[in-house]
């Protein structure tokens, strides 16, 4: 579970920002999970206006878990490392970046960070709390100490030597360091969606619903979100035209076109049950079916795993009745008994309620006349009471984060 996250200089965030997700607070209106001295909420919501910059919250992650996982295959010192700094200010735009995360993986808190550009990694840190005090697996700065390795446990570290535009948790890992391992796997099940009309569901989409725990839970959100649909299901069908068509196809090879099928029921005039009708999701169904089928993969895979699932507009064609639901699903210790959380975007101002979530858990994304975004919590405000419509107030203004509009003139 995520205890905070922080990021500077990355898209439309110049200034750091931090999301915090620990209280010392009790909470009336969802579980808090505990790791030692540690409450963490289950959840946390951003609001703003269009182009205010909230999904970029979510895209910071992203970038952090596409660096630590290296998914851009850095292996040689010419190779450029990926960077989206701030673009409005020319202080920024040829700025550092950073991260910096901290966590609980296995009854541990670890925090982790790193700055740089697209050629150089200048600083980077990793430690871990396996009691109140910090025990350092490594850190430098080519400022400060020309990049050599600290550590405090260590010592077989000191010996690695790393390219500039690396990170040296990739060589700790290969050095087989148990910690560093552990970021990565912790990284590696953290879940990123952003949705997009016929965006497919993936191999591991499937693979998932193939497990038959999961494809009875995957059930029971297909009949309770009433949406009239039985059962969702890859079918295949062979295609004979393509043979002339690809170079080097053994004549033996079977190609077949994958679609999505739901199945519906059929009835007579009399409304009697005739058999069962099938739909191509992506072209009979809705775009909020086609939605809600999308992120609930990762949604059941989040609370069955424990991971942290990040939902860029998690409301965008769904009943607000269903957007509430899967909000309440990671709000209850029943069906989240593994800390799942849920960090998200969303437009619908029905989940501005202090029913559903603590101000803790309520974010505010907001741009200054220079174009940079800036992130405040509900609970920042004073004077914030139980009895307060949260919903009413933040549409009149009253936190910011709106559009305001000027003249429609045709």
Same mark, same amino acid.
């Given at each position: 579970?995520?205890?905070?996250f922080?990021?500077?200089?990355?898209?439309?965030?110049?200034?750091?920002?931090?999301?915090d997700?620990?209280?010392?607070?009790e909470?009336s209106?969802?579980?808090l999970?505990?790791?030692?001295?540690? !409450?963490?909420?289950?959840?946390?919501?951003?609001?703003? @206006?269009?182009g205010?910059?909230?999904s +970029?919250?979510l895209k910071?992650?992203?970038?952090?878990?596409?660096?630590?996982?290296?998914?851009?295959k850095?292996?040689? #010192?010419?190779?450029?490392?990926p960077?989206?700094?701030f673009?409005?200010?020319?202080?920024?735009?040829?700025?550092?970046t950073? *991260?910096?995360?901290c966590?609980?993986?296995?009854?541990?808190? /670890?925090?982790?960070?790193?700055?740089?550009?697209?050629?150089?990694?200048?600083s980077e840190?990793?430690?871990?709390y396996?009691t109140?005090?910090?025990?350092?697996?490594f850190? /430098?700065?080519?400022?400060?100490?020309?990049?050599?390795?600290?550590?405090?446990k260590?010592?077989?570290?000191?010996?690695?030597?790393h390219?500039?535009?690396?990170?040296?948790?990739?060589?700790a890992? &290969?050095?087989?360091n148990?910690?560093?391992?552990?970021?990565?796997?912790w *990284?590696?099940?953290?879940?990123?969606?952003e949705?997009?009309?016929?965006q497919p569901?993936?191999?591991?989409?499937?693979n998932? %619903?193939?497990?038959?725990?999961?494809?009875?839970?995957?059930?029971?959100?297909?009949?309770?979100?009433?949406?009239?649909?039985?059962?969702?299901?890859?079918e @295949?069908?062979?295609?004979?035209?393509v043979?002339?068509?690809?170079?080097?196809l053994?004549? !033996?090879a079977?190609?077949?076109?994958i #679609?999505v099928?739901?199945? $519906? #029921?059929?009835?007579?005039?009399?409304? +009697?049950?005739i058999?069962?009708?099938?739909? !191509?999701?992506?072209?009979?169904?809705?775009l909020?079916?086609?939605? /809600? *089928?999308?992120?609930?993969?990762?949604v059941?895979? =989040?609370?069955?795993?424990?991971?942290?699932?990040?939902?860029?507009e %998690?409301?965008a064609?769904?009943?607000?009745? %269903?957007?509430r639901?899967?909000?309440? %699903?990671? +709000?209850?210790?029943?069906?989240?008994p593994?800390g799942?959380?849920?960090i998200?975007t969303?437009?619908?101002?029905?989940?501005l309620?202090?029913?559903? *979530?603590?101000?803790?858990?309520?974010?505010?994304?907001?741009?200054?006349?220079y174009? =940079?975004? $800036?992130?405040? #919590?509900l609970?920042e405000?004073?004077?914030i009471r139980?009895?307060?419509?949260?919903? &009413?107030?933040?549409?009149?203004?009253? /936190?910011?984060a709106?559009?305001y509009?000027?003249?429609?003139?045709?």
């Amino acid at each position: 579970m995520i205890v905070q996250f922080s990021a500077r200089n990355f898209k439309s965030f110049k200034d750091s920002f931090s999301l915090d997700l620990f209280t010392n607070k009790e909470s009336s209106v969802c579980p808090l999970y505990t790791n030692g001295n540690i !409450n963490l909420y289950p959840s946390a919501v951003f609001y703003g @206006a269009n182009g205010s910059g909230k999904s +970029n919250v979510l895209k910071a992650f992203a970038m952090m878990k596409r660096l630590v996982l290296n998914q851009d295959k850095i292996i040689q #010192s010419t190779d450029v490392l990926p960077k989206l700094p701030f673009k409005l200010s020319s202080e920024s735009e040829d700025d550092s970046t950073a *991260f910096d995360i901290c966590f609980i993986q296995n009854k541990k808190k /670890y925090k982790y960070g790193f700055e740089y550009d697209e050629n150089c990694v200048y600083s980077e840190y990793l430690y871990v709390y396996e009691t109140n005090r910090p025990t350092t697996v490594f850190e /430098y700065d080519i400022d400060q100490n020309e990049g050599k390795i600290k550590t405090t446990k260590y010592k077989e570290l000191t010996k690695i030597k790393h390219l500039k535009n690396s990170l040296f948790l990739w060589e700790a890992d &290969r050095a087989e360091n148990t910690e560093a391992n552990e970021i990565l796997k912790w *990284f590696n099940s953290a879940i990123f969606v952003e949705y997009a009309s016929r965006q497919p569901l993936t191999p591991k989409y499937w693979n998932n %619903l193939s497990k038959p725990l999961i494809k009875e839970i995957f059930q029971t959100f297909i009949r309770s979100a009433d949406i009239g649909i039985k059962d969702i299901f890859q079918e @295949a069908r062979p295609v004979d035209n393509v043979y002339s068509q690809i170079p080097n196809l053994p004549e !033996n090879a079977i190609v077949e076109e994958i #679609s999505v099928k739901t199945l $519906h #029921s059929k009835y007579d005039e009399n409304n +009697n049950f005739i058999g069962d009708v099938k739909f !191509n999701l992506f072209e009979d169904e809705s775009l909020g079916t086609q939605k /809600y *089928f999308y992120s609930i993969g990762p949604v059941i895979n =989040a609370l069955h795993n424990g991971s942290v699932l990040f939902l860029d507009e %998690l409301d965008a064609s769904l009943h607000p009745i %269903l957007t509430r639901k899967i909000v309440q %699903l990671f +709000n209850n210790k029943n069906s989240n008994p593994k800390g799942a959380q849920l960090i998200f975007t969303s437009q619908d101002t029905n989940l501005l309620d202090q029913s559903l *979530f603590d101000k803790e858990q309520i974010w505010f994304i907001e741009k200054d006349k220079y174009g =940079a975004s $800036h992130m405040v #919590s509900l609970s920042e405000y004073k004077d914030i009471r139980k009895e307060h419509k949260i919903e &009413r107030n933040y549409i009149m203004g009253k /936190y910011g984060a709106i559009p305001y509009l000027g003249d429609f003139k045709f």
